[in-house]
């Protein structure tokens, strides 16, 4: 089903990036984990906000890494209710990821980079949505027709 972009007590929709981003809610509900309480005891709230915009931004960065297409990809994922299920579980697998191992993203090592996103993610973002004729957002290529913005 094609949906258009929304926000929820899970997920925000970030339409000057055109992605989504966990929120504390979906970690907390999900893994026991409380961002608000543990930013309170070091003083940083806005940490957590940037904690979880990271994780997106490696999780998009990673998608983005397998075609030119971005703008159809990230079309994908927010225009379909598969798409958003998809991208919720890989940016909370992600989430715990680099919770246990830091952000390899920024690693001045090569190989540590290229782990910057876990095996199950990719995993995740490989199955295939059923509103884009079982294509992957991973593996889109040239889709045989056009998703458009306002649809």
Same mark, same amino acid.
């Given at each position: 089903m094609l949906i258009k972009p929304y926000s929820d007590d899970y997920m925000t929709y970030?339409? !000057?990036?055109?992605? +989504?981003v966990l929120t504390e809610k979906a970690v907390l509900d999900e893994? @026991?984990?409380?961002?608000?309480a543990e %930013?309170?005891?070091? @003083?940083? /709230?806005? %940490?957590?906000k940037a904690i979880l915009r990271r994780v997106s931004k490696n999780v998009y960065n990673f998608i983005h890494g397998?075609? &030119?297409?971005?703008? !159809?990809q990230d079309l994908m994922i927010a225009r379909s209710e598969s798409g958003r299920q998809m991208i919720r579980a890989a940016l909370l697998e992600q989430f715990l990821y680099m919770r246990v191992n @830091?952000? /390899?993203s920024l690693s001045s090592n090569r190989d540590e980079r290229m782990n910057a996103v876990s095996d199950?993610?990719?995993e995740i973002l490989e199955r295939r949505l $059923?509103?884009? &004729? @079982?294509?992957?957002?991973l +593996?889109?290529? %040239?889709? $045989?027709f056009r998703i458009e913005k306002d649809e």
């Open positions: 970030d339409e !000057t990036q055109n992605r +989504y893994y @026991g984990i409380d961002l608000s %930013a309170l005891d070091s @003083g940083n /709230l806005i %940490a957590v397998f075609s &030119c297409q971005n703008e !159809t @830091g952000d /390899l199950d993610v990719r $059923p509103e884009f &004729c @079982g294509y992957s957002v +593996y889109s290529g %040239a889709l $045989p």
